[in-house]
């Protein structure tokens, strides 16, 4: 089992920057390929970004490429979201994911954090 917790939510004005975290604990997240993803109100669970299990390969929505930037630190068990000039559409609940393949299909990830809510003011 893996137990994800994610952090680093809040409100930010439009054009302004968060960095989210998502902590492992139980075994090991090292073999796991970790995605973001995000889900607005009344919307399906979204993909977001993706990076393989060592950190060489990531993948990314096109409406957060280029704004939005995947990492992850095996020797801490986290993976980290930095997000840049963002918009009021990125608000949502983001949520990280530990699977054995690096996708965007959220039925790939078998661990899911609780979610941490991003608002993005006008």
């Known amino acids: 089992q893996v137990q994800l917790v994610e952090s680093g939510g809040g409100l930010v004005q439009a054009g302004g920057s968060l960095r989210l975290s998502c902590a492992a604990s139980?075994?090991?997240?090292?073999?796991?390929?970790m995605g973001w993803f995000r889900q607005a109100p009344g919307k399906e669970r979204d993909f977001v970004a993706a990076?393989?299990?060592?950190?060489?390969?990531?993948y990314y929505a096109d409406s957060v490429k280029g704004r939005f930037t995947v990492s992850r630190d095996n020797a801490k068990n986290t993976v980290y979201l930095q997000m840049n000039s963002l918009k009021p559409e990125d608000t949502a609940v983001y949520y990280c994911?530990?699977?054995?393949?690096?996708?965007?299909?959220?039925?790939?990830?078998?661990?899911w954090g609780q979610g941490t809510q991003v608002t993005v003011s006008s």
């Open positions: 139980g075994r090991s997240f090292r073999p796991y390929a």
């Open positions: 994911a530990a699977g054995g393949d690096l996708t965007m299909y959220t039925g790939s990830y078998g661990y």
């Open positions: 990076i393989s299990f060592a950190g060489l390969r990531a």
